[in-house]
Nanobody, 111 residues
Framework: QVQLVESGGGLVQAGGSLRLSCAAS????????MAWYRQAPGKQREWVAT???????NYADSVKGRFTISRDNAKNTVYLQMNSLKPDDTAVYYC?????WGQGTQVTVSS
């Protein structure tokens, strides 16, 4: 069973940046795709970005051009660099690998 722990969330002004991290343990990190999801209050959890085992990336239209997903296999860590943040980006952000989820980290963007 893989364990995922997110960090790096916080409060930021609109237009600012944050970098989220997701540290994984319990399995071979590089064998699987990793993804970031987010859930805002009163809304469904939505997919944000994916990075494959070969480091191919894909993004939701809402974050394309602003967010970058990356991975460091030596550190068993996936990152989400978030730039040009908007109030609509406010949500709890979760990392995902297969059926495993982290506990989430809160991102709040003020106007």
């Amino acid at each position: 069973q893989v364990q995922l722990v997110e960090s790096g969330g916080g409060l930021v002004q609109a237009g600012g940046s944050l970098r989220l991290s997701c540290a994984a343990s319990g399995s071979i990190f590089s064998r699987n795709a990793m993804a970031w999801y987010r859930q805002a209050p009163g809304k469904q959890r939505e997919w944000v970005a994916t990075i494959t085992s070969e480091s191919t990336t894909n993004y939701a239209d809402s974050v394309k051009g602003r967010f970058t997903i990356s991975r460091d296999n030596a550190k068993n860590t996936v990152y989400l660099q978030m730039n040009s943040l908007k109030p609509d980006d406010t949500a709890v952000y979760y990392c995902n690998r297969g059926f495993s989820w982290g506990q989430g980290t809160q991102v709040t963007v003020s106007s």
